[in-house]
């Protein structure tokens, strides 16, 4: 079945602990996106990769890091975690935009205390 | 500037009203794109259309119209006869070719409460 998996899918941690959000697609997509989903803002986006080891900034990248080392995976990591980055995020995968979709993941919600 | 506005952030119908949600955008591109998103209570996105900034043609899905105005930069989506399942928040979004299509730019989101 073709999908994007994040995990985990429910996080609570503290401040500055780091984590490691993981984002995963088997449609051999190049394109990932991270977005973070926030009352009265809608979706912003965090990241973007167009495909290995090539990455950008969205609008939102303050406090994250991505990586891409492999096709597939497009883990968001977040060294120094704090309050105001707690969120619900999504991974996108799509081939090159443009498309006529990007497939998301579930979501993955954080608590930071 | 890119820019998504939907001005309505919630609107409850009694079932079977006709019902409007308003995307207006902002974008100096002239090659964009323009997308719906629904995002039921169980919390998936699912994508509902994409529209490309050269075809103003009106789109008809079953109860789901959508009419785009390049005029007036507006992307709004028409539900007749709005069902209980039609319940969720709907997002619009734009992408455009001054970013390669590579940056999304996604609205506040309404949310529509449809009542038995």
């Known amino acids: 079945e073709a999908q994007v998996t994040q995990n985990p899918r429910y996080l609570i941690t503290v401040t500055g602990k780091k984590l490691t959000v993981t984002c995963s697609q088997n449609?051999?997509?190049?394109?990932m996106s991270w977005y973070r989903q926030d009352p009265g803002l809608g979706l912003r986006q965090i990241y973007y990769s167009m495909n290995v080891e090539v990455t950008d900034k969205g609008d939102v990248p303050e406090g994250y890091k991505v990586s891409r080392k492999e096709k597939r995976n497009f883990p968001l990591i977040l060294e120094s975690p704090s309050p105001n980055q707690t969120s619900l995020y999504f991974c996108?995968?799509?081939?090159?935009?443009?498309?006529?979709?990007?497939?998301f993941g579930p979501g993955t919600r954080l608590l930071v205390l | 500037a890119q820019k998504v506005t939907q001005a309505q952030t919630e609107i409850s119908v009694v079932e079977k009203e006709d019902v409007t949600l308003d995307c207006v955008y902002e974008?100096?591109?002239?090659?964009?794109?323009l997308f719906w998103y629904k995002q039921p209570p169980s919390g998936e996105l699912v994508f509902l259309i994409r529209r490309n900034s050269f075809d103003e043609q009106n789109e008809i899905s079953g109860r789901y119209s959508w009419n785009f105005q390049k005029s007036t930069s507006s992307f709004n989506f028409t539900i007749t006869a709005s069902q209980v399942v039609d319940s969720a928040v709907y997002f619009c979004?734009?992408?455009?070719?001054?970013?390669?299509?590579?940056?999304?730019?996604f609205g506040s989101g309404t949310k529509l409460n449809v009542k038995p």
């Open positions: 974008t100096r591109d002239t090659t964009y794109y």
């Open positions: 979004a734009l992408s455009s070719s001054l970013n390669n299509f590579n940056k999304f730019y």
């Open positions: 996108a995968s799509s081939p090159l935009p443009p498309v006529e979709t990007q497939y």
């Open positions: 449609m051999n997509h190049e394109y």
